[in-house]
Nanobody, 122 residues
């Protein structure tokens, strides 16, 4: 059973940057595609982006494309979300999640982290 722990959230001004990390336990990290999601107050959890098992393929939601970048280090069992050009509408709890089969659908992910708060002030 994998455990995921996010870190790196915080308060940042609009236009600023943050890098989130998601550390995974277990020896099977490289067999999972890793996704990032976010959930703002009173809103549904939404897909942000995903990275393939080997890290060679990424896919992003239109709302973050060109501003956010996902990367991973399989040797460190860690996936990252670099967020640049942050906007107030990016304010949310950000979650990483693991899936055997790459997907943007929330319910098809096997493991989830506890989330980390990102707040962007205007």
């Amino acid at each position: 059973q994998a455990q995921l722990v996010e870190s790196g959230g915080g308060l940042v001004q609009a236009g600023g940057s943050l890098r989130l990390s998601c550390a995974a336990s277990g020896r099977t990290f490289s067999t999972y595609a890793m996704g990032w999601f976010r959930q703002a107050p009173e809103k549904e959890r939404e897909f942000v982006g995903i990275i393939s098992r080997g890290g060679g393929i990424t896919y992003y939601a239109d709302s973050v494309k060109g501003r956010f970048t996902i990367s991973r280090d399989n040797a460190k069992n860690t996936v990252y979300l670099q967020m640049n050009g942050l906007k107030p509408e990016d304010t949310a709890v950000y979650y990483c999640a693991a899936t055997r089969e790459p997907t943007i659908r929330t319910y098809e992910y096997d493991y989830w982290g506890q989330g980390t708060q990102v707040t962007v002030s205007s």
